[in-house]
């Protein structure tokens, strides 16, 4: 790949925790509003503060099951990943029952794409993983992140989709 090298300034990735929560929601309003389009700032605002409370709450959990990295450049946070637990299943083939894990919120800011932070990120996700014994491990990817996935050993698999609840009717 031909990336920008690094400032000499960037640092990370680092454990997020609680006090985080106002970075880590800001930044997944950031990716949700670039996936989707949705720009209407009432909206983006209400979404960013439901995160900040998500992390706050989770982060600070006794017994956590999401943990997230950040990467700094020059002590500004420029990006993020989430890595989430859940018990697992035995699988075929599979003996081992550990938990299962998801990598969520890969995101580094535009003008810092393409120096290597998203793989970094990543790569601190997948560690915590392998310590956390997690047996199954999955990703959603983006048309631009998949190429970094893929070269980090992650396969497509075709046999997934999302079921989405009907709107209530008060918000058809």
Same mark, same amino acid.
């Given at each position: 790949?031909?990336?920008?090298? +690094?400032?000499?300034?960037?640092?990370?990735?680092?454990? %997020?925790?609680?006090?985080?929560?106002?970075?880590?929601?800001?930044?997944?309003?950031?990716?949700?509003?670039?996936?989707?389009?949705?720009?209407?700032?009432?909206?983006?605002?209400?979404?960013?503060?439901?995160? !900040?409370?998500?992390?706050?709450?989770?982060?600070?959990?006794?017994?956590?099951?999401?943990? %997230?990295?950040?990467?700094?450049?020059?002590?500004?946070?420029?990006?993020?990943?989430?890595?989430?637990?859940?018990?697992?299943?035995?699988?075929?083939?599979?003996?081992?029952?550990?938990?299962?894990?998801?990598?969520?919120?890969?995101?580094?800011?535009?003008? @810092?794409? !393409?120096?290597?932070?998203? !793989?970094? +990120?990543?790569?601190?996700?997948?560690?915590?993983?392998?310590?956390?014994?997690?047996?199954?491990?999955?990703?959603?990817?983006?048309?631009?992140?998949?190429?970094?996935?893929?070269? +980090?050993?992650?396969?497509?698999?075709?046999?997934?989709?999302? @079921?989405?609840?009907?709107?209530?009717?008060?918000?058809?």
């Amino acid at each position: 790949m031909d990336e920008p090298p +690094l400032p000499p300034i960037f640092q990370g990735p680092r454990r %997020a925790t609680a006090a985080d929560a106002d970075v880590l929601g800001s930044m997944r309003a950031a990716q949700q509003r670039e996936i989707t389009g949705v720009s209407e700032a009432a909206t983006v605002a209400a979404f960013a503060g439901a995160c !900040r409370a998500f992390f706050a709450a989770e982060l600070g959990a006794a017994d956590p099951w999401v943990f %997230a990295w950040l990467a700094d450049v020059d002590a500004r946070p420029v990006g993020v990943a989430v890595l989430t637990l859940a018990p697992g299943m035995p699988r075929f083939g599979s003996p081992d029952t550990g938990p299962d894990g998801r990598i969520r919120n890969v995101y580094v800011v535009p003008e @810092f794409r !393409r120096r290597g932070i998203a !793989r970094t +990120l990543t790569l601190a996700a997948i560690a915590a993983a392998e310590l956390f014994g997690v047996s199954r491990l999955v990703l959603g990817a983006s048309r631009a992140g998949r190429p970094l996935y893929e070269a +980090l050993g992650f396969v497509g698999k075709d046999d997934e989709m999302v @079921f989405e609840r009907p709107a209530p009717r008060s918000q058809r």
